[in-house]
């Protein structure tokens, strides 16, 4: 027989981040039963914050990590990084360039008499 003293509801914690050049944002995001709720949020200003090292970086990334209880870590990324250009081709241009990449010379209607 199950107890409800002991049922924990289902809680996920995410804290998501975004590190740009000069900046750097923090999120920590708990979703318990489908709702949404802001744990913290935090903004830093890299340079003026002391950190321009990658080592004083790592070690304040760290130690909020440590604070938030080490929840997994969502980042983002920029645009430029993320996405990619798709180019839909018709079946016709497609073998027209299919055809000249291997320099195949394809018959045509008129070839078949």
């Known amino acids: 027989?199950?107890?409800?003293?002991?049922?924990?509801?289902?809680?996920?914690?995410?804290?998501?981040?975004d590190?740009?050049?000069r900046r750097l944002k923090l999120i920590l995001?708990?979703?318990s039963f489908g709702r949404t709720q802001i744990l913290r949020e935090e903004s830093l200003d890299l340079h003026e914050e002391g950190l321009v090292t990658t080592?004083?970086?790592e070690s304040h990334l760290q130690s909020i990590l440590e604070d938030c209880g080490r929840p997994p870590i969502a980042l983002t990324l920029s645009q430029h990084l993320s996405t990619s250009q798709i180019i839909e081709?018709?079946?016709t241009a497609r073998l027209s360039m299919t055809s000249s990449a291997w320099n195949l010379r394809l018959p045509t209607a008129s070839s078949f008499g």
Not at 1 to 17: E, G, I, T, W
């Open 19 to 21: 590190a740009g050049s």
């Open 29 to 31: 995001v708990k979703s």
């Open 55 to 57: 080592e004083e970086l």
């Open 89 to 91: 081709l018709s079946a």
């Open 1 to 17: 027989m199950l107890r409800s003293d002991r049922l924990q509801p289902p809680v996920r914690r995410v804290l998501a981040v």
